[in-house]
């Protein structure tokens, strides 16, 4: 089977998500006086991404608008540690406090180290592209914030466009068809296992889940795991091949 595009996840696959999140969080939760309530720092962290989470996935299917799932976690988080005053937050008191968290976040937004390498040595040989769970506008300037977007140019297929999340086949087909190949000759690569890894093998693309995490999960058939995007040039093109070959073999 000859694979001749990759897609890609933006969050915690190319961009390292997770980690400007956490320096977000306990950079705010300190500076507003909250830190100190929680047993410790990794505690904070936890109730943040499970409310996070909940409410995300709220505004995936509709119920929230973008905006709407930040407020209505920033209400739910006060509400957590007993600051939420007694006539609640208007919407403006409650972007603003948002907000001051957004800013330590976006401050430290990164590319994980492997991204760009892997994705210059992939660029000759496939046609690349993005499907994500999120806003093309979002994900488009997060990409241009960290280095990445000139790799994808128009290939970019985001779930609030599209109507439909991850892990619904549809969105990978989507994705399939800004790249103009069928599924069969299009990779996946992703980091979360059920939405991402068998997903994308559902929907008869060759799914490559990035456990970075090194969970020890062993996937079925059909589905590759790599440790980081270093192992996914030669899982595409052999180790003989990554420094060498003929660009645009389509």
């Known amino acids: 089977m000859t694979i001749r595009g990759v897609l890609f996840d933006v969050d915690d696959t190319l961009f390292d998500y997770s980690s400007s999140e956490q320096a977000g969080v306990l950079g705010h939760l300190t500076t507003e006086g909250l830190l100190e309530l929680f047993p410790s720092p ?20 509709g119920e929230l608008t973008f905006a709407g799932q930040q407020l209505t976690r ?44 892997v994705l210059r ?9 993005i499907v994500s769970n999120s806003s093309l506008a979002y994900q488009q300037g997060k990409l241009r914030a960290i280095g990445l977007l000139d790799h994808f140019g128009e290939a970019i297929v985001c779930a609030v466009e599209h109507g439909v999340p991850k892990p619904d086949a549809g969105i990978f087909l989507a994705g399939c068809a800004t790249l103009g190949l069928p599924a069969h000759q299009v990779a996946y690569v992703g980091d979360k296992y059920e939405i991402d890894a068998v997903g994308a093998h559902e929907a008869g693309l060759r799914s490559y889940w990035l456990d970075r995490a090194a969970t020890g999960i062993t996937p079925p058939d059909g589905i590759t795991v790599i440790r980081s995007l270093d192992e996914l040039v ?17």
């Not at 030669?234 to 389509?250: E, H, K, N, Q």
């Open 234 to 250: 030669p899982a595409l093109i052999g180790p003989d091949r990554s420094s060498t070959g003929s660009p645009g073999a389509f």
């Open 74 to 117: 920033t209400r739910r988080f006060l509400s957590y540690v007993g600051r939420l005053p007694a006539g609640g937050l208007s919407d403006e008191e409650a972007e603003l406090w948002f907000a001051r968290y957004r800013e330590l976040r976006n401050a430290v937004w990164a590319a994980f180290p492997d991204a760009d390498p």
């Open 42 to 61: 990794a505690d904070a962290v936890a109730v943040w991404r499970e409310i996070m989470e909940e409410e995300y996935t709220r505004f995936l299917t």
């Open 121 to 129: 040595k992939l660029a000759p040989r496939f046609r690349l592209g």
